[in-house]
């Protein structure tokens, strides 16, 4: 890849680790001016001085902030181009025992915070006439996934029909819009989750990859290239476009 992000303002929701940290990497590398956000400030800033980013502290909860973390971007940088809505939750929970407690934070994180950054990223670039993408970071678990998934997959579905519902509505503002259902995984988010939902040890990582058609889990840097690729204007017309990035061939069957 070559500056294919070169003179674009990105803002990358959920940015200060995992999948949200590559991207980060990758739009900055590819020329972008890049802000991030994370609830954690000292996590945030440290990220920030390695990196060159903007960290913009924001609990993605509150609707409020993910509208305003959308608005001090514009606000520090003039403008925004594309917008990455990377932050999610992955706590367990099955349909018999999740909590209306649990169920909400789901959605709150996986659901509300990408629609109203959304609505705020979209309402700016239509107020400027201007172009401009989006990419969600969903999973391919929105299919129906595990059943210790059930919240989760519930949020995840629901942004999946997001995503294409705002590509359709804003097809003609030219803001194309578009997902990224990943799969398994290798990142600190997995790392934690593995250990404290599954009991796993030190050696978790070669025990999946033995598991996974092509060896490996998937990486974050790979993800990261192919989400810049979708923000650029390299990816052309394509919009309302949700991509299943994983191993498994969903629909087929041994």
């Not at 945030?44 to 609707?63: I, S, W, Y």
Request: hydrophobic share 45%; aromatic share 6%; charged share 20%.
């Amino acid at each position: 890849m070559n500056q294919l992000l070169e003179d674009k303002v990105v803002l990358v929701n959920g940015g200060s680790q995992g999948v949200g940290a590559g991207i980060v990497r990758a739009a900055l590398r590819e020329g972008a001016t890049v802000a991030f956000t994370g609830r954690r400030t000292e996590l945030g800033e440290k990220f920030a001085a390695q990196t060159g980013a903007t960290f913009v502290r924001a609990d993605l909860t509150d609707p409020a902030q993910a509208r305003g973390s959308v608005e001090q971007v514009v606000a520090a940088h003039g403008r925004i181009d594309c917008l990455v809505n990377a932050a999610g939750l992955t706590s367990r929970g099955t349909l018999l025992d999740t909590t209306p407690e649990l169920f909400d934070a789901h959605v709150a994180i996986n659901l509300r915070a990408p629609f109203f950054a959304m609505q705020a990223a979209v309402q700016h670039l239509v107020d400027r006439g201007a172009p401009g993408t989006v990419v969600n970071i969903i999973t391919s678990s929105a299919h129906g996934g595990q059943s210790f998934l059930a919240p989760y997959v519930a949020a995840k579905a629901g942004l999946m029909g997001l995503t294409r519902n705002a590509a359709h509505a804003h097809r003609w503002d030219r803001v194309r819009i578009n997902g990224l259902n990943i799969g398994w995984t290798d990142t600190e988010g997995e790392e934690e989750t593995q250990r404290t939902f599954h009991g796993a040890g030190d050696d978790w990582r070669e025990k999946a990859a033995k598991t996974q058609p092509m060896g490996k889990l998937g990486q974050v840097d790979e993800i990261a290239d192919f989400v810049v690729f979708l923000l650029s204007d390299r990816s052309g017309v394509v919009t309302g476009s949700v991509i299943d990035w994983d191993q498994i061939v969903f629909g087929g069957l041994d």
